[in-house]
């Protein structure tokens, strides 16, 4: 099956440079990030970009952020915090708040661009919240949901076993059927 070669091509690798990406390069993965579709064209995902400089005090913040087993990401030349609040987008019935779908599909489209730019940008859960909100002058009423590190490949000496056979592994993914349905759920996808 033939997957488009950014799809398909797309890990979330570790082992990053601590080369910088240039700000025109950054703008370009940021606008692909607005292109993505929204729930009556909300657009209710905040991205803060910061540039992981020695003398930034945003990116001083969200490093001390991360948990440890996100150290790996100490190397990227910039971090994205993704943010959003159910108020920023359709909330219809059931507790079906759109926001954090809305998000996903931006922060999808942001990583899909970086690999087509010949970078890595790789989602992480593992932060702090109230560090990052610190970190970023979030306002109260948004929610920092996911930071993705960004930058260019580099070498793994800083990554743990685990994650170099992360790296270098084959790509695990669940076979269709255990998460697609036909018809009914419960009844796999097959081709």
């Not at 998000?103 to 989602?123: K, R």
Request: charged share 25%.
């Amino acid at each position: 099956m033939e997957l488009l070669k950014e799809i398909d091509e797309r890990r979330a690798r570790r082992g990053l440079s601590a080369e910088a990406v240039p700000r025109d390069v950054v703008a370009r993965i940021l606008k692909a990030a607005t292109y993505a579709p929204s729930c009556f064209n909300n657009q209710p995902w905040r991205i803060i970009a910061v540039e992981n400089t020695p003398d930034s005090p945003a990116a001083d913040g969200l490093r001390t952020a991360l948990t440890p087993g996100n150290a790996w990401a100490l190397r990227a030349a910039w971090f994205f915090v993704l943010a959003t609040g159910p108020h920023l987008d359709c909330r219809l019935d059931e507790g079906r708040d759109y926001a954090l779908f809305d998000l996903g599909q931006a922060a999808m489209a942001l990583q899909l661009q970086a690999q087509h730019e010949g970078l890595i940008a790789h989602p992480m859960a593992g932060f702090s919240p109230k560090k990052t909100r610190e970190a970023v002058k979030l306002p109260p009423e948004l929610v920092p949901v996911v930071v993705l590190a960004l930058g260019r490949a580099g070498s793994m000496e800083a990554l743990n076993e685990a994650q170099k056979a992360s790296e270098t592994g084959p790509r695990v993914r669940k076979p269709l059927g255990e998460v697609a349905f036909l018809g009914d759920y419960g009844v796999p996808f097959e081709q």
